[in-house]
């Protein structure tokens, strides 16, 4: 029996738990799905991993530039033993946190003013498109001069990242809802401030929150390219580090380690995303 003709027994069916049974069979067949990319990403990664450590043992590849993964995990465990890492490791996310989180909100902040004025909003476009192309290494000289060779100047070289790309995302957004929605409002007598908040800010919620997983990327970039610039700690000065002395197991080593810090970051954000999104 095909799914149309099950809904449309359905009701006459005898069983009054039919749609319950629909949606138990969705759902394990979500879950049977997801598993099953689960298994597939995890196989992935280990084939990954056995071809790089078999192409080190092998002389297939460089090890004095591209080392392999027992050696690469073997200094990771020495500098978590040590404690050497952490310090390093608080520095980077710490960093990160802040320009992440003063990103998002200077970012939407500024979307609601630009949207607020549509004056402002011409006056600034150009200047937004154009400081958004330029590359942020360039500018992180300036921001050094600026504010100091320190935690001040690598936060303001993310900032510069992750602002920009908040304010367009989130201003596109808010320009893309319906404006039948906006003159139904507007009939009945609201006033700006009423639109915003019962038309344009719900219907902008979704886009608004999915920010934020963009900006987690945009953060892990801002931080460190100013800790390449600056910093005299951190994970991006270990990778500097790595390189001048060529140790390039460190590099690689500091390289996984942002890998996976940076993975966990999104996927709380994801869940944050979720329940906001569930909630509302």
């Known amino acids: 029996m095909t799914d149309p003709e099950l809904l449309q027994a359905g009701p006459a069916s005898s069983d009054p738990g039919w749609l319950k049974d629909i949606h138990a069979r969705h759902m394990r067949h979500k879950r049977k799905i997801k598993n099953r990319v689960i298994m597939v990403q995890t196989a992935l990664l280990v084939l990954f991993f056995a071809l790089w450590e078999l192409a080190g043992r092998s002389k297939w590849i460089d090890v004095l530039l591209f080392s392999y993964p027992t050696k690469i995990f073997v200094s990771i ?23 992440f989180l003063l990103g998002t909100l200077i970012g939407t902040l ?35 001069v600026m504010f100091g ?8 070289t993310t900032l510069s990242i992750t602002v920009i790309v908040t304010t367009l995302v989130v201003y596109n957004s808010f320009s893309e809802v319906d404006s039948n929605l906006i003159k139904v409002v507007r009939t009945f ?3 700006k401030s009423q639109v915003f908040k019962r038309v344009i800010l719900p219907a902008s919620f979704p886009a608004i929150v999915s920010t934020l997983k963009v900006n987690v990327g945009m953060a892990w970039v801002g931080v460190i390219v100013g ?28 390289l996984l380690i942002i890998a996976i810090v940076a993975t966990a970051m999104y996927q709380m954000v994801v869940y944050i995303e979720k329940k906001l999104l569930s909630h509302r």
């Open 227 to 254: 800790e390449f610039l600056v910093a005299k700690s951190g994970l991006g000065y270990l990778i500097m580090y790595g390189f001048q002395v060529f140790n390039f197991t460190l590099v690689l080593s500091s």
């Open 110 to 144: 500024l979307a609601v003013l630009i949207w607020w004025s549509p004056f402002l909003n011409r006056v600034l476009d150009p200047y937004m498109v154009v400081f958004n192309s330029m590359p942020k290494v360039a500018l992180g000289p300036i921001f050094i």
């Open 77 to 99: 465990w020495e500098d978590i033993v040590s404690g050497e890492i952490w310090g390093h490791l608080g520095v980077t996310v710490g960093e990160t946190a802040v320009g």
């Open 149 to 156: 060779a320190g935690f001040i100047a690598i936060v303001v």
């Open 189 to 191: 007598g609201g006033t």
